[in-house]
């Protein structure tokens, strides 16, 4: 993030794509969906904002910032919607709950294997983790990595799994059992899920992934384990190698 006009390319921030998405479902008109739907929402408002600062040449100690603050948003919206998420009362089988962490570890991998030139949308920023000073500042890095491996899954699965999966399929989705969403609702969800990453082919095999885990035991807790667990394994792994650009 520099103060440097960036390159044309084909999109800066493939998650804008998904900015569609949650358009599309707020059209439920359903006072279930908007818990569901406003945090995602909210999220993607401040990538397209981002985004735009950059375009329009902001500092990079203003664009560092703005995780932090969309994350604390995001968080504070999930807690006060807390109630309305009667998807998470139900906890998941150990069996179910260790599948989850097998498949989050499995979809960690293949997210580093799937990064060739042809599986990625566009160049992605990447996150900028030195300070004025040059050194990593480790407190934003500890705000990024919380919000990657505890917030996003929270926030992602809520609306993608929960919501947009058994929306697809019923309009009245609360009434709508994972297990039974038909190939269609799974396949335009999985899309777009993965179409909401630069590396859209590796979105989608995660997209596949946490369906799969929550068809079969049909609780959300078990994809949001197992994408915590992939986000979890991979901020690890960019804080030990310096790969920031994955973030």
């Not at 919607?81 to 960690?108: I, N, S």
């Amino acid at each position: 993030m520099t103060l440097q006009q960036p390159p044309k390319r084909i999109s800066q921030q493939p998650q804008a794509r998904a900015a569609a998405a949650p358009v599309l479902a707020l059209r439920a008109n359903h006072s279930a969906a908007l818990p569901r739907v406003l945090p995602f929402a909210t999220f993607i408002v401040f990538i397209i904002f981002a985004d735009v600062l950059e375009r329009f040449g902001a500092h990079a100690n203003t664009m560092r910032w703005l995780y932090p603050a969309k994350i604390a948003l995001v968080l504070a919206m999930l807690l006060a919607w807390r109630k309305h998420y009667r998807e998470l009362r139900t906890l998941p089988a150990r069996r179910d709950a260790l599948l989850a962490v097998g498949v989050g570890a499995g979809v960690f991998a293949l997210w580093l294997a799937l990064d060739a030139s042809w599986m990625q949308i566009g160049t992605p920023r990447g996150f900028d983790a030195a300070g004025s000073d040059g050194r990593i500042d480790w407190p934003l890095v500890a705000v990024r990595a919380f919000g990657a491996a505890l917030v996003v899954p929270l926030m992602e699965e809520l609306f993608w799994r929960s919501f947009l999966l058994r929306w697809l399929e019923r309009r009245d989705f609360l009434s709508q059992r994972p297990a039974r969403v038909g190939l269609r609702a799974a396949a335009i969800s999985v899309l777009l899920f993965g179409i909401e990453h630069n590396l859209w082919l590796a979105g989608i095999v995660a997209g596949i992934a946490y369906t799969l885990l929550y068809m079969r035991s049909e609780t959300l807790w078990t994809p949001i384990l197992g994408h915590a667990v992939t986000n979890g394994l991979l901020a690890a792994w960019i804080m030990v190698t310096g790969s920031w650009t994955y973030w």
